[in-house]
C-alpha cells in the first residue's frame, strides 16, 4: 500500500476539463505528460460549485450540508440584511491534514480556503488562503513561518489580485505576480518542511477567467476579437505548467501528485434580476420603489407585505418570509412547502431575453444534502444551467443585465472540474491493466476518502471509523491502479 510514499495535491481553482484536456493540453508539456501516464476524468462538484465550500467538501469528504457552508457569503440565522463572510473557523469537520495530523503524519498546506485565519494544527506547516486581509495580519502556522514566506516572496506575499475591474493591463500583472510568489513558497515549503502530504491552493484560473474569457472564446455571446489578450489564456496555463514541472522535480519519484479543480469555469451569458422578478410575480413588495440601482440591502423593503426575496451571486438563495421565524414573517408554517413549490415552478418557467426558455434549476438544502446545517436558504435557483448569474440589486431597467451586478465580469462556474493522478514510478498507470485511462463518475466528495485509503495509517484497527459521516466513496480503481 501506499503509506511510505508521499502524495501531493496541486490544486487549481475554476479550471475547466475542455480547456486543460482538450484546448491546451498539447501547449502544456509537463502536464500532458501527466494526462498520458496518469489516469484522468472530470470531477463532479458539490452544490453549488462555488470555491467556497468546494474545497472543503474536497478535503472533508462531507457535503455543504453537513459542512453548513453554502457560498461565501451567509444570512445570519432568520434576519433580513445582517449577514457574514465564512473563514476557516466556519469550518468545524475534519479536514484530511486534521487526520493525518491524529495518526502522526506531517502535512503542508498553502492557501486552501477558507483557510484564514490559519488553524493550529499539530505536525502541519499551513499559510492562509485568498480570504486573508493582508500580509500584516497573522496568515501562517506556526506564526513564525510567516517571516519565511515573506522573505521567499520578497516581503510581499500576495493572496488575491482585484478582478473586477476594467484595468487588465493591472489585472493581468498582479495575476502572473501572485501565481510566481505562490510556487516560490510552495517549492521553499517542499524543500525545507517534513511532509507526507502537501496540499496547494491556486485561484489565479478562477481571477484569469473571470477578467479574460471574453477575449480567448469565439464563442463567449461578448467575444472580442484580436485584442492582446486573445492567447492569454495559453500563456498563463503554460505559465503554470512550467512551475508544475518544477514543483515535480522537488516532489521526486516516491510522491504521487493529483492535478484537480473544484469546479469548471465557461462564459458569462448575463446576470438575472431575480428580485426584480419577485416583485413582479407579487413575492416582493416595497415601501418606496427604487428608481436607481442599488443593493438589495439598501432599498426600503415593505417586509410586512412580503413572502419572498432572493441573493445575487453564481446562483440565487430565495428566502422565505415565514410567520413565527422572520421579524415580520406573512407566510404561516405550514404553508412553506406549498409556497415552496409554486415557486419552483413559476422559477422553472423564466425565459431569457430572446424569449427562450431557460434551463432553470431549484434545489432545496434538506433534499439533496440529507442534512442542511446552518445559515441555509431555503431554495436554492441556478439560472440556465449556470450560463446567467443571478443579479440580488434592484433598480435595473430590465430583468436582463449583461454584465455581473457587482463589477466587470466573463465567466460563471460550470459543474465539472479536472481529476489527474501521477505516479512517476509508473509510465503507463491505466486503471484495469489494459491501457484504460479515463476515470468516470468520480465527485468532489470522492477526493478526501481516496488519499485517507491511499495513506493506509498504519494502527488504525478500523479503517472504516476514518469514513464516518463522509458522502464521498474510495475511487477503487485509481486506488488498485496505484497499488
Not at 506575499?157 to 505576480?177: A, G, H, P, Q
Not at 438544502?365 to 442542511?372: F, K, L, M, S, T
Not at 430590465?398 to 466573463?410: I, K, M, Q, R
Request: charged share 30%; net charge negative.
Amino acid at each position: 500500500m501506499m503509506m511510505k510514499r508521499k502524495i501531493a495535491v496541486i490544486g487549481l481553482d475554476s479550471v475547466p476539463p475542455e480547456m486543460m484536456f482538450q484546448k491546451l493540453l498539447d501547449k502544456l508539456p509537463n502536464i500532458k505528460r501527466m494526462y498520458e501516464r496518469g489516469i484522468h476524468g472530470s470531477l463532479e462538484t458539490c452544490h453549488p460549485p462555488i470555491t467556497v465550500p468546494a474545497w472543503m467538501v474536497m478535503m472533508t469528504g462531507k457535503n455543504p450540508g453537513k459542512l453548513g457552508i453554502y457560498g461565501f457569503r451567509h444570512r445570519r440565522g432568520f434576519s433580513y440584511n445582517d449577514g457574514y463572510i465564512v473563514n476557516s473557523t466556519s469550518v468545524k469537520e475534519k479536514t484530511v491534514w486534521e487526520i493525518l495530523s491524529e495518526h502522526g503524519k506531517s502535512s503542508i498546506v498553502l492557501g486552501v480556503p477558507p483557510g484564514y485565519p490559519p488553524k493550529q494544527v499539530k505536525n502541519c506547516n499551513i499559510v492562509s488562503c485568498f480570504i486573508t486581509p493582508g500580509i500584516e495580519k497573522t496568515f501562517t502556522h506556526p506564526q513564525e513561518l510567516k517571516d519565511e514566506v515573506l522573505e521567499v516572496s520578497g516581503g510581499n506575499y500576495i493572496f488575491d489580485v482585484t478582478f473586477r475591474t476594467e484595468n487588465r493591463e493591472k489585472i493581468k500583472e498582479e495575476l502572473f505576480e501572485m501565481t510566481s510568489k505562490r510556487f516560490d513558497v510552495a517549492e521553499y515549503l517542499a524543500q525545507t518542511k517534513p511532509w507526507d502530504f502537501f496540499v496547494m491552493h491556486e485561484i489565479g484560473f478562477d481571477r484569469l477567467h473571470h477578467a479574460f474569457w471574453k477575449f480567448f472564446d469565439p464563442s463567449h455571446p461578448k467575444y472580442v476579437k484580436g485584442t492582446q489578450y486573445e492567447k492569454l489564456d495559453e500563456e498563463y496555463y503554460r505559465f503554470v505548467d512550467e512551475r508544475i514541472g518544477r514543483l515535480l522535480e522537488i516532489f521526486g519519484e516516491e510522491c504521487i501528485t493529483f492535478l484537480l479543480s473544484d469546479h469548471g469555469s465557461k462564459g458569462m451569458s448575463g446576470a438575472f434580476c431575480v428580485n426584480q422578478w419577485l416583485e413582479a410575480e407579487g413575492y416582493l413588495r416595497f415601501k418606496k420603489k427604487p428608481q436607481t440601482v442599488l443593493d438589495f440591502d439598501k432599498a426600503e423593503v415593505d417586509w410586512e407585505r412580503t413572502s419572498a426575496w432572493g441573493w445575487g451571486g453564481y446562483y440565487a438563495r430565495i428566502f422565505f418570509n415565514v410567520r413565527g421565524r422572520e421579524k415580520n414573517g406573512v407566510i404561516d408554517p405550514e404553508r412553506l412547502e406549498d409556497e415552496k413549490k409554486k415557486l419552483s415552478q413559476k422559477i422553472s418557467s423564466i425565459k431569457d431575453n430572446s424569449g427562450r426558455k431557460m434551463k432553470n434549476l431549484v434545489l432545496e438544502p434538506e433534499r439533496i444534502y440529507g442534512v442542511a446545517s446552518g445559515d441555509k436558504p431555503d431554495l436554492m435557483v441556478y439560472f440556465d444551467d449556470l450560463n446567467w448569474r443571478s443579479a440580488g440589486t434592484v433598480g435595473h431597467p430590465s430583468l436582463y443585465l449583461f454584465e455581473n451586478d457587482t463589477g466587470p465580469d466573463d465567466s460563471v462556474h460550470s459543474m465539472n472540474g479536472i481529476f489527474l493522478v501521477y505516479d512517476p514510478k509508473k509510465r503507463d498507470l491505466s486503471l484495469d491493466g489494459n491501457g484504460a485511462k479515463e476515470l468516470e463518475g468520480a465527485r468532489i466528495e470522492d477526493i478526501a476518502p481516496t488519499l485517507l485509503e491511499l495513506f493506509g495509517l498504519d494502527g488504525v484497527k478500523d479503517k472504516k471509523e476514518l469514513f464516518v459521516g463522509m458522502d464521498g466513496r474510495t475511487l477503487s480503481s485509481v486506488i488498485r491502479a496505484l497499488d
